[in-house]
C-alpha cells in the first residue's frame, strides 16, 4: 500500500513541476488565474444558480445547483478538508509557486472544482447543452487550480468526483421533492 502511496505522491508532484515548468509564465498566468478566481466561493455558480430560479423552465435546475454547492461544502469544505489535512503543494514543496493565497491551507479536495463540478452537474442533468457548457468551464477552473500549484491532480480528481455525486444527489433530491409538493398541490386543489 505505502509502494502505491508514494507512486500516486510522485505522479503529483511530477505533473505540477511539468505544469509549473512547460506552461507558467506570462499573459498565461493572468488567463488561468482569473479562471480559478471565478470559482471563488462558487460565486459564478450561486449567481447562475440564483437567475435560474426566477424561470419556470429553469428553477429546478437552479434549486438544484443550490442544493449541489451546500453538500459539496459539507461534504467537502467542513467535513473531508478538515478530517485529511493535507498541505498545499508550494508548502510541502517549496520549488512550486502558487499564484496566488489559495485563501485556506488544506488541499484535499480541491473545493473550487468539487463546487464546479456539483453546479455543473446539477445543471446538466435538467438542461443538457448549457449543461455541458458548465461542465467545460468547470474543467477549466478545475485546471487552473493545478496551474496555479494550490492542487495536486488528486485533489482535483477528488473534487471532480465528489462534485459529480453531489450534483446528481442535489439534482435527483430536487426533482422528487418538486414533483412531491406539485402532486400535493393538485390534490389540495381537487
Known amino acids: 500500500m505505502e509502494i502505491l502511496l508514494d507512486l500516486i505522491r510522485s505522479l503529483d508532484y511530477d505533473a505540477l513541476i511539468e505544469i509549473a515548468a512547460r506552461w507558467r509564465g506570462g499573459t498565461s498566468d493572468v488567463l488561468w488565474t482569473a479562471i480559478s478566481s471565478l ?3 462558487g460565486a459564478v455558480w450561486i449567481a447562475l444558480a440564483v437567475i435560474l430560479l426566477f424561470f419556470r423552465a429553469t428553477r429546478r435546475a437552479g434549486a438544484a445547483m443550490l442544493l449541489a454547492l451546500l453538500i459539496g461544502l459539507l ?13 498545499r503543494p508550494f508548502v510541502t514543496h517549496p520549488e512550486l509557486t502558487a499564484l496566488f ?9 480541491s473545493a473550487h472544482t468539487l463546487s464546479a463540478f456539483a453546479a455543473a452537474t446539477a445543471l446538466c442533468f435538467f438542461h ?3 449543461g455541458v457548457l458548465a461542465l467545460v468551464l468547470a474543467a ?25 455525486a453531489c ?3 442535489a439534482a435527483w433530491l430536487t ?13 389540495k386543489g381537487a
Open 39 to 41: 470559482g471563488n466561493f
Open 75 to 87: 461534504v467537502g469544505n467542513v467535513w473531508i478538508k478538515e478530517w485529511v489535512m493535507r498541505p
Open 101 to 109: 493565497d489559495p485563501g485556506d491551507q488544506w488541499s484535499f479536495p
Open 128 to 130: 443538457r447543452k448549457s
Open 140 to 164: 477549466l477552473i478545475a485546471f487552473s487550480r493545478l496551474y496555479a500549484s494550490v492542487h495536486y491532480p488528486t485533489d482535483v480528481l477528488a473534487g471532480l468526483l465528489l462534485g459529480i
Open 167 to 169: 450534483g446528481l444527489a
Open 175 to 187: 426533482d422528487r421533492v418538486i414533483d412531491r409538493l406539485h402532486t400535493l398541490r393538485l390534490r
